[in-house]
Every structure is written in C-alpha cells, then in structure tokens.
C-alpha cells in the first residue's frame, strides 16, 4: 500500500461544467475524509466517511457538491455547475482509529476558469 | 467552537539553529488531540507530531518537540537544529477525541530554513 492516492493532480474547467475526484485511501483505513484548501488557508473540512457511511457534511458543503465511498473503499468527490469560488485545493485523507492523525494525498488542485 | 490561531504568518531560521512556532487553541472539549502537519512547497501534507490532551508529558519525534500547556490552551513546535528540508508551510490542528476526529486547522506558518 503506497498511501491515499488521489486522481486527477490537476483538473481545469470551464465555469458550469461538473467535475469528478476520486480518492483511494489507505486499505486498512476505515475512515476517509474530504478537505478544501485555498491559497494562503489552513485545510477546512469538507465531509467525513466511516466505511461506506456519509457521517457528517460541513455547512461549506453545498448542494452542487455530492460524495460517496460506495463500498467503504475509494471515494469520489463531485461539484457539479462549477463556479470560480470553486477553486481550490480539494484534499483526502484517511485514519486509522482516532488520535493517531490522517495521512493525507497529494491533493486536486481544481482551476475553474 | 473549536478555533486554531497560528499568529506567524512567516518565519525564518538559519540552518542548524532552533526555531519555535506558535499554536493557541480554543475549545470546550476534555478529550482531544494536536497536531503539527508540515507541507512542503507543491507536495503533500506530512504529520510531524501528536499530542494526547490527557497526556501531561511533551511528545517529541527526533528534532521535532511540542510544549503543550494545556491551561493556556498553548501548543508550540520547537525544530531544533533546523535543516534546509524543513522549509514548508506547517499547520496546528486540533481534533475531538470521538467522532469524527474532524480536524481544525491554523492559517499555517511558512518556514524557510537558510543555509
């Protein structure tokens, strides 16, 4: 197991368009969460999963935005109706059991033009 | 509502020497965790240190070292004998010791390491 893995490493889009992450995390990891950072910010929470349950969606998470972790595996992250309020660097991680801290991927750095 | 304050937009230091950076935090919480993440320029974000709330004693990992004053809700990362791959941003955050485990993040301080 390399770590989480997320895909795409970039992805720009056009004002309307929806657009799709995934992320994989580590296999042994129950719990998988989604962050957003913008520039010059601190990671802000987006939606957190125990095995395939969505347990908790922040108030950032608006409408346009939908995630799922089907099988309590990989999770993907949809937006759709892209705004440029958009933009930014959409995180996943993934935790063992509480207290020992996520590991996190690499990142998607959305640019919605 | 639990509130992360890193007050360091910036800092610098010369290689080989120490340097601390600042971390407060509010919440009501008597269970939960610390945490600094590190992320270097364009790569990903690293956890450098834990610290159990219920544990008195600092959690240190190789140059890294915490002094957590829990009554001051003070949580500071020492970097002794700084190293050029120390440059990064670095990141407290603080998550509840049940539930969802969501972490709260500070602004970040940007520490550049010169040689």
């Known amino acids: 197991d390399t770590g989480v893995s997320q895909d795409p490493r970039h992805k720009i889009t056009k004002r309307g368009q929806n657009v799709t992450f995934r992320c994989d995390p580590i296999?042994?990891?129950?719990?998988l969460y989604w962050y957003r950072q913008t520039l010059g910010q601190g990671p802000e929470f987006l939606t957190y999963f125990q095995n395939e349950a969505q347990l908790e969606k922040s108030r950032l998470l608006s409408d346009r935005f939908s995630a799922e972790r089907p099988k309590g595996s990989f999770s993907t992250l949809e937006i759709q109706r892209t705004e440029q309020g958009d933009s930014a660097m959409y995180l996943c991680a993934s935790s063992p059991p509480p207290g020992y801290g996520y590991t996190f991927g690499s990142g998607t750095r959305l640019t919605v033009v | 509502a639990q509130t992360v304050t890193q007050s360091q937009p910036e800092m610098s230091v010369q290689e080989a020497e120490t340097v601390t950076l600042s971390c407060t935090y509010d919440?009501?919480?008597?269970?939960?965790?610390l945490f600094w993440y590190k992320q270097p320029p364009s790569r990903q974000m690293i956890l450098v240190i834990r610290?159990?709330?219920?544990?008195?004693q600092n959690a240190t990992e190789n140059r890294f070292s915490v002094n957590f004053q829990k009554a001051a809700k003070s949580f500071s990362l020492k970097i002794s004998d700084s190293q050029l791959g120390d440059t990064a941003m670095y990141f407290c955050?603080?998550?509840?010791?049940?539930?969802?485990?969501?972490?709260?993040f500070g602004k970040g301080t940007k520490l550049t390491v010169n040689p």
């Open positions: 919440t009501s919480e008597n269970n939960y965790y």
């Open positions: 296999s042994e990891h129950n719990r």
């Open positions: 955050a603080m998550g509840n010791g049940g539930g969802s485990e969501k972490l709260v």
């Open positions: 610290q159990e709330a219920y544990k008195q």
